[in-house]
Structure formats: structure tokens, C-alpha cells
């Protein structure tokens, strides 16, 4: 019931909308996963719920049973097959199961407004925290809305709360990952952020710099349409960790808008890895639509290295402090 | 405890026009709003320590609305931007909707920046280190031109990165001062930066202004699905607290690599985009803006875009969105940012 399942818990917080929370939560839950562990993700935008369509489940709806909710499960643990492509790792590997909770869940039709005032946000807010039936999990991902203001003040205040009790695991509340964009307007509301952690006692467990650059798909030049490094001197200004650049990557955005396989022209070199396809495009559009796990698909897009490089140095940082 | 699936509560979109009694403990989660009309009386209220409060509470409108209205009695148009999603440019439009409209010498303009925990006008109009100066007729808004004042809570900050840190009912009572104690004067345009969402800040504004008239609604978005999704919720959001939409704008709309000036949908369109929501939803499509890095520069450095480059695309588009805006507002042609003006340039439309 409630928190007693989980081992550790995650913010992602920033002080702007629009960052890339959701994306940046998406795909750490999904690189997690496809460590091995099982993860939870909990949205508690309310007014804007977006995890629901990163995760292609939109049409999903909570399930009640005695006690509480049922989180809407993504995928269970089980064997992935390797992959013939050349930036892959060879073997099978098992993934932990994926689920998760939204709002979104619960609304009638996409479209309804959910116009609330504090004290329901609030409420709200507390009963995701204490009537979701997580299964085992090794790490819960709290996605946020922008801002500092009800949804975060009641989300510490139960999460301090709950974790602190003696019977919850030791250092449950393992921190937040703040994640900006590289230009100034963005850093100056993250910089609140980070004060609002500070002021909160909460750790940031570091800073992800979303949107630095764009690489252009016809011709490889890399463009910082957001400017660029923003993100890494805001951590350095509050002697907290920067955990690493993120570009944009249409090809992810076109894994979570259509479902579609990321594949890249050849000689696309993204961090020093070539990223081009082995099969040729002969497949065609129609091919790489088909089912499959979005965590396989995701294996395939060029930020996949990239997280699983960034959230193996995250878990071994919030190990360490065990 | 167990869970609910209940609709939500009805909210009562005239609330913050009625005075607020002082409670003695925090609201029960489906509260009525202790402004409410139904304040003590209804189902939820049984129990709740606040409950004889709210039910002997004077129902009357709140009386700081008169005030409200007279002050604002000088301001002719008042146009919100709005927007579910937070990071699609809602500021930046509001700035360019500003720069646009001030480019027209005969016109005075103010802007008021309503998101209390990110606000970003200040830094964008390069008025960050600014303060607010107190006279005896009230708070002075900062003037960036002869013409532009700027309100926002960043001037009220000791420092200019602490965190504002507060529930919901603080938020309304700054929104409140805004718009009764800031000596706005006589203007043209009112123009009001909203948070992303669809809580306080929207309904408190809304009530505020609803005595005094408002002209409608920009809501911007960005061409992906994950942010018209949002933006849906605020056309539901509008229709329900009847604020008439002026139209909806596309931000970020397709990027021209400065490299080899292949055009890539950063941000694709799979469902349409704006356009076609603006279609289904039969509201007026005002226009696209295309994602320029020195949009973004001209931000963080807070000079106006319009002024910096005013041969590129994207300032043409921006023109035009404006001048759309303008005409659903049924201004008189030529009043704001003239075709003429264009001409001279030598910018077709």
C-alpha cells in the first residue's frame, strides 16, 4: 500500500514548462528498465498530464481494486532478444516491469479541463501518493508540473512524511534530477527550482541539460537552437552534479508521436557512435510501425546510449549514499 | 481510503468575486470554495472546522471588484495568453504582442506577467534588476519604453533567483494587488501572461476581469500532439468560463538548418498541428511562427525580436500573427503594426 513497496524515489522537477520532464522521465524510466529494474512512474501534473501519450497509453484507464488503484502497466519483466543492429549490445537481456499512474487515467475524454483550485490539487496530490498499489519496485519516477506551488508543496510534504516513518526504507527519498534548458530564460525559473530544493532539504541528485543542439538530418550540421552549456553553468553555480546534454532527436520525438522505429541516414555519429541502420530502408515506414515494446524501439534511437550512460552514473551516485 | 473516480467537483468560475473569510484550518479536499455560494453549506462542509465560518460568512461580492473595475476602467482592450503547456512561447508571443502593438507610438500598453513561480516578462523585456516603486496612487509598473510597462513578481524578489514558494489563495492575492494597485494609467492594451495549467491563476484572472471585460484569449501552441493535448484543455477551459478565443498561434513551426537550409519538423506535426485543431475546433487559426535561435537569444538578453531582425521570416510571421490577432479584436485596419510599415521595408505579406 502506498509508498511500502518502493525502494527508491526520484523527482524530476523544473521551474519552466516545457523542458522535456515527461521526455526526460520517459526515457529514464525506460533506460532503468531496460537495466533491469523495475520502475514505477507517477504524474502528478494534474492540469496537464502528458506521461499518458509518452508511453502510448493514452486510451489506458485505471483499474480500482480493494485499497486503491492499479497502476496501468507498460510492460512486465521479461527476456528482450538482442539486436542485429551495429550499436547494440550482444545477448539478450532481461528488463524489470514498467507501469505507471496519471490523471490522465481517470479523465472521461483527452480534451476534459481539470479546472482545480489548490486544495483539490492538493488532495489529489496525497491520494496518488497513498492509494496506488505499486507493485516491487526499485525506483519510482515522480514527474511534476512547472512551478513552485501546490502540487510540489504537497508532494514534499507527504513524501517527507511517508519516508521518514521508521518503517520505510533507509534514504527512500533518493532526490531530484532538475532538468533546464540551455537558454537564459529557462535557467533563471531552474535556478528557483533549484532554491526550492535547497530551501526543502532535498538533494539534487543533478542537472540534465534537455534540447542542447539539433543535429540537422540532411546534412549532420549540429545547431543550438536553444543555445548551448546554459544547463552545466547553472550546477556548476550551485555546486550541484550536471549529469550531461541532451540534443534533440526527431527521430525519438517520432518514436513517441507515431510509434515509429528510429533509423538514421548513414554516417549519422551522435557522441562518438555510429548511429546509421544496418537494414536498409527497404523495410519501409510500415515495418518499423509495427507493435513491438516501445522499450525495444527505444533501444534503437540514438539518446538510448546516451541515458544509459547518465542513469548508470545516477544509480551508482544515489547507491553510494547507502 | 478508497479511491475516487467521481467527476470533478463543479467549479463555481464566479468564487473569487466574493470575499474570503478567514479560516481557521486548511480546506477539506472537496471544498466548495469558501467564496462559494455554497460555502458551510454544502455536503463536504459537514465537519470541517471552518464550516460556521464559511456559512456565516457576508455572501456579497467581494468589494475589492469595484476597485478593481475602476482601475481598469482606463484600459481599453485586455487580451489573455494562454496555453496548457508550459515552455511553447507563451511569454515570448506575449512579448512580441507587446513590442507589436508599442510600435505604434499613439498607443500605451501594459503587461502583466500573472506566473508567480516562473515568471519570465522581466528577463525577456530586459528589465530583470528592476523594482517596483511605490507612490501614494500605488505600485508604478516598470516602463522598458515610453510607451511598455511590465508588471511581474520579479520585481517584488530580494533575490533574483529565490523561489516563490506558495499555495494557491497567496497567488490570487497577489494577481488581486496587480490589477487594484498597480498605477496602469490610461492604455490601449492590457496584455496578461498566464502560468501553463488551468488552476488559480486562470480563474482568478478570469473573475477579476470578467466585471471589467475582456477582449478574449491567444492560445499558443506548439505543432506536437503532447502539447495540443494540453491545449485542448484550455479551449475547454475557455468555452466553460466563457472567454472568447481570439485564436490559436503555432510556435516553433518547422526549423530552416542555417547550414544547408533543409527545413526539419523539430517538433513534427503528426497530427496536424495547430491548424488542424484550430479546424476541428472552429477557432481562428492566427498563423505559425518558425523556431529562429535568435528568437531565443533576443529573449535572454531581452531585446525585442521585432526591432533586432526585422528582415527574417519568422519577424514576417510574427507581424502577421499580431496583425491577425488585431483583427479578431475588430481594431480599425492600420492601427496596429500597418501594412505600409511592411512596405516601407519591403516585406511582403
Known amino acids: 500500500m502506498g509508498l511500502d513497496n518502493i525502494n527508491k524515489i526520484i523527482l524530476v522537477l523544473s521551474g519552466k514548462g516545457g523542458v522535456g520532464k515527461s521526455s526526460i522521465t520517459a526515457q529514464l524510466a525506460l533506460t532503468l528498465s531496460l537495466q533491469g529494474r523495475s520502475i514505477g512512474v507517477l504524474d502528478i501534473d494534474l492540469t496537464g498530464p502528458s506521461i499518458p501519450r509518452f508511453f502510448g497509453i493514452e ?85 511534476t508540473p512547472p512551478g513552485t506551488s501546490d502540487e510540489h508543496i504537497s508532494l514534499l510534504e507527504n513524501l517527507l512524511k511517508q519516508t521518514t516513518s521508521p518503517t520505510s526504507p533507509p534514504n527512500q527519498l533518493a532526490g531530484a534530477v532538475v532538468v533546464t534548458t540551455p537558454q537564459a530564460i529557462s535557467t533563471s525559473d531552474v535556478k528557483k527550482e533549484l532554491n526550492f530544493c535547497k530551501k526543502t532539504g532535498i538533494r539534487v541528485l543533478g542537472v540534465v541539460e534537455n534540447m542542447a543542439g539539433f543535429v540537422c538530418p540532411n546534412c549532420s550540421e549540429c545547431t543550438n537552437v536553444f543555445s548551448k552549456g546554459g544547463g552545466e553553468v547553472m550546477a556548476r553555480e550551485f555546486e550541484v552534479p550536471f549529469l550531461g546534454s541532451v540534443p534533440i532527436d526527431p527521430a525519438f520525438v517520432q518514436l513517441i508521436e507515431e510509434g515509429v522505429r528510429p533509423v538514421y541516414p548513414k554516417g549519422t555519429v551522435i557522441e562518438g557512435r555510429d548511429m546509421s541502420s544496418v537494414e536498409e530502408e527497404s523495410n519501409g515506414q510500415a515495418n518499423r510501425k509495427d507493435g513491438g515494446l516501445l522499450v525495444d524501439k527505444y533501444r534503437d534511437c540514438s539518446l538510448s546510449p546516451l541515458f544509459d550512460d547518465l542513469v548508470s552514473r545516477l544509480v551508482a551516485d544515489i547507491r553510494s549514499r547507502d | ?33 469558501p467564496e462559494s455560494q455554497q460555502a458551510g453549506k454544502a455536503d463536504s462542509c459537514a465537519g470541517c472546522p471552518n464550516q460556521a465560518i464559511c456559512a456565516s460568512a457576508p455572501k456579497g461580492p467581494d468589494p475589492d471588484i469595484p476597485l478593481v473595475t475602476a482601475r481598469l476602467s482606463s484600459v481599453k482592450h485586455k487580451i489573455l495568453v494562454l496555453s496548457g503547456k508550459g515552455g511553447v512561447g507563451k511569454s515570448t508571443f506575449s512579448t512580441m504582442l507587446a513590442h507589436g502593438f508599442a510600435s505604434n507610438k499613439d498607443h500605451t500598453i501594459g503587461l502583466m506577467d500573472t506566473d508567480i513561480c516562473g515568471p519570465s516578462i522581466p528577463k525577456m523585456m530586459g528589465v530583470e534588476e528592476e523594482t517596483i516603486h511605490v507612490t501614494a496612487e500605488g505600485w508604478e509598473p516598470v516602463w522598458v519604453n515610453d510607451n511598455l510597462g511590465v508588471m511581474s513578481v520579479q520585481f517584488m524578489l530580494p533575490g533574483r533567483d529565490d523561489a516563490v514558494i506558495w499555495r494557491g489563495p497567496k497567488k490570487n492575492g497577489l494577481i488581486k494587488k496587480f490589477l487594484m494597485d498597480v498605477t496602469w494609467g490610461e492604455l490601449d492594451f492590457l496584455i496578461v501572461d498566464t502560468p501553463p495549467g488551468t488552476s488559480d491563476e486562470h480563474l482568478s484572472v478570469n473573475s477579476f476581469l470578467k466585471a471589467s471585460g475582456v477582449d478574449g484569449a491567444v492560445l499558443v501552441s506548439t505543432p506536437q500532439e503532447v502539447s495540443l493535448l494540453d491545449v485542448r484543455k484550455e479551449i475547454d477551459f475557455c468555452r466553460k468560463a466563457g472567454i472568447k478565443i481570439l485564436g490559436i498561434v503555432e510556435n516553433m513551426s518547422g526549423f530552416v538548418c542555417p547550414g544547408c537550409k533543409h527545413e526539419s519538423q523539430i517538433f513534427r506535426a503528426s497530427t496536424g498541428g495547430a491548424k488542424r485543431l484550430a479546424q476541428d475546433e472552429k477557432i481562428p487559426y492566427l498563423g505559425a511562427v518558425p523556431l529562429d535561435p535568435r528568437i531565443g537569444m533576443a529573449c535572454d538578453y531581452g531585446e525585442s525580436f521585432l526591432d533586432a531582425y526585422p528582415d527574417s521570416p519568422a519577424c514576417t510571421a510574427i507581424r502577421n500573427v499580431v496583425r491577425r490577432a488585431a483583427e479578431e479584436m475588430s481594431l480599425p485596419k492600420g492601427e496596429v503594426l500597418p501594412e505600409s510599415d511592411c512596405a516601407a521595408r519591403g516585406i511582403n505579406r
Open chain 2, 1 to 33: 481510503m478508497a479511491p475516487l473516480l467521481e467527476e470533478p467537483t463543479q467549479i463555481d468560475f464566479d468564487a473569487p468575486l466574493k470575499a474570503a473569510p478567514k479560516l481557521v484550518a486548511p480546506e477539506p479536499e472537496h471544498c466548495p470554495g
Open chain 1, 59 to 143: 486510451a489506458a484507464k485505471v483499474r480500482q481494486a480493494v485499497g486503491g488503484f492499479i497502476p496501468v502497466p507498460i510492460h512486465d519483466a521479461q527476456p528482450l532478444p538482442s539486436r542485429g543492429t551495429t550499436n547494440g549490445d550482444a545477448g539478450d537481456r532481461a528488463i524489470g516491469a514498467l507501469s505507471c499512474m496519471s490523471l490522465g487515467f481517470l479523465l472521461a475524454s483527452r480534451s476534459d479541463a481539470v479546472i482545480w483550485r489548490g486544495p483539490k490539487k492538493t488532495a489529489m496530490v496525497r491520494q496518488f501518493l497513498t492509494d496506488v498499489m505499486w507493485p516491487d519496485l526499485d525506483y519510482l519516477l515522480i514527474d
